[in-house]
Structures are given as structure tokens and as C-alpha cells.
């Protein structure tokens, strides 16, 4: 079954590697939503509802200002050493983490609990950094709006495994950025020979079968993983 998500437009919110970023459909909204978290009624309940058994935990949604704007955004406690140190926390809607003092969190009114967070966090498919440069060239990449390729979702690490597709003004139409990154040498694909690869035709990832042993095709030979003295050579190839 597709995920909900699959094939819909996104745009990158945050990003730390090409393994670990956030996405979001609807910008707009978040800033709508973000408007009302910080109106004067919001906040002015949020500090009565602080007292002095607030005492937030590991995994508990407070509300954190964000110093660059002072303005306060939903976060989730995500590490604590006591009240003595920094608290660090992760701004759901966004996907950016940051350390912050208490005195910055406020308990979140019980009508913003129930919206899910607009960022889903997300690792690109089966394509793994090799220079420092990469992160450079992926920023390049996905500036504006993305088609979003849902190719799993990893349950264990709590992110969606994707792909993020450019609409381009010429003939090629759509491109991948995955592939982008690999072609330009940036990244390499999986080197698991059984891993699923992309079909251009309808942008979708399947499992292609193996050739017949001793039967010949035509092909382009689109990739060369690492080669390392004592290992096999393993490539990828696109049949015409």
C-alpha cells in the first residue's frame, strides 16, 4: 500500500544529511498554525497553565522559544540532564533541534495537541554520502517544491525512506534527485544487488528480476559502485 504522502508536493524544511531531513506539504499552513500559537490569548493561557509542577520530561510537547525570532513553536523534549543544564528539545513542525533554558518552555494548550506535526522526518533511498561537499549540493537540489517518492517507511528509525523528484522546464521533465547526486558524485546507490531501483517510466521503485545467465542485452552501464582491492566489482546497468 502507498503511503499517504506518496507523490504529493513538499518542500524541505530542515535539513542535517541526505539520511536525515524533514519535508512538509503545506508551508502555509504551518505559518498560519504558528500565528495562532503565538497570539496573545494563546500565550497568555499557556503561562497561566505554568505553575510550579511544571516540570516537563523526555517526550513531553511544550511550547519553546525559538531565539533567532523570540517567538514560541511546538517542541518535543528530546534529552535532559536536569533542570541545572539546557534542555534540548525538537521543533515538530520543523525538524531543526536546539538546546534552550527552561525558563523558555511553556506547557502547550490542549487544543494544539491533537495536530499532528507538519515535518515528517525522511532519509533519501538507498544513496549514501561520500565527500563533505554533498550536503552543498543537496541543498542546491531541493530548493522550491518536490514531488515526494515514498519508497518505505522505516518503523524502527521512524522515518520515511524517499526519493524527492524536481519538476524541470525542458524536455526531461522530471528529475530525480537521488540520482543527481549519484551522477554528479556526491553519493553512491546500494550496493545490495537485490535493493529496489527506480522505473523512470512512472516514477515508481520496484525489485527488477535478474538476467537469465548467458542471455545477451543491450544496455547502458549507469553505475560503478567503490572498487576495493579483494571484493567484487559490482555496477549497475539500465536495459535499453
Known amino acids: 500500500m502507498k503511503h499517504k504522502l506518496h507523490g504529493t508536493r513538499v518542500r524541505v524544511t530542515y535539513v542535517t544529511s541526505i539520511t536525515d531531513f524533514y519535508v512538509t506539504r503545506d508551508l502555509q499552513k504551518i505559518f498560519q498554525y504558528q500565528d495562532e500559537l503565538n497570539t496573545d490569548e494563546t500565550l497568555k493561557e499557556s503561562k497561566a497553565l505554568k505553575t510550579k509542577k511544571f516540570i516537563p520530561d523526555v517526550g513531553n510537547i511544550v511550547l519553546a522559544k525559538f531565539s533567532s525570532d523570540n517567538k514560541y513553536y511546538r517542541a518535543k523534549i528530546i534529552e535532559s540532564c536536569g533542570q541545572e543544564f539546557p534542555v534540548k528539545i525538537l521543533f515538530l513542525d520543523f525538524g531543526n533541534s536546539a538546546r534552550v533554558e527552561w525558563s523558555s518552555l511553556l506547557p502547550l494548550p490542549e487544543r494544539f495537541r491533537n495536530q499532528e506535526p507538519f515535518a515528517v522526518k525522511c532519509a533519501m533511498f538507498g544513496a549514501f554520502s561520500i565527500k563533505d561537499e554533498t550536503l552543498e549540493l543537496f541543498n542546491e537540489l531541493i530548493i522550491g517544491s518536490l514531488i515526494l517518492q515514498v519508497m518505505k517507511e522505516d518503523y524502527q528509525k521512524k522515518l520515511l525512506e524517499v526519493d524527492l523528484v524536481r519538476e524541470e522546464d525542458d524536455d526531461?521533465?522530471?528529475?530525480?534527485?537521488?540520482?543527481?547526486?549519484?551522477?554528479?558524485?556526491?553519493?553512491?546507490?546500494?550496493?545490495?544487488?537485490?535493493?529496489?531501483?527506480?522505473?523512470?517510466?512512472?516514477?515508481?521503485?520496484?525489485?527488477?528480476?535478474?538476467?537469465?545467465?548467458?542471455?545477451?542485452?543491450?544496455?547502458?552501464?549507469?553505475?560503478?559502485?567503490?572498487?576495493?582491492?579483494?571484493?567484487?566489482?559490482?555496477?549497475?546497468?539500465?536495459?535499453?
Open 172 to 240: 526531461v521533465k522530471y528529475t530525480s534527485v537521488r540520482d543527481c547526486l549519484v551522477f554528479i558524485g556526491g553519493a553512491v546507490f546500494e550496493t545490495n544487488p537485490y535493493a529496489a531501483v527506480p522505473n523512470e517510466k512512472d516514477h515508481q521503485y520496484e525489485i527488477k528480476k535478474l538476467l537469465k545467465p548467458e542471455s545477451e542485452h543491450e544496455v547502458f552501464l549507469s553505475h560503478i559502485a567503490a572498487i576495493n582491492p579483494g571484493k567484487n566489482i559490482h555496477f549497475y546497468v539500465q536495459v535499453c
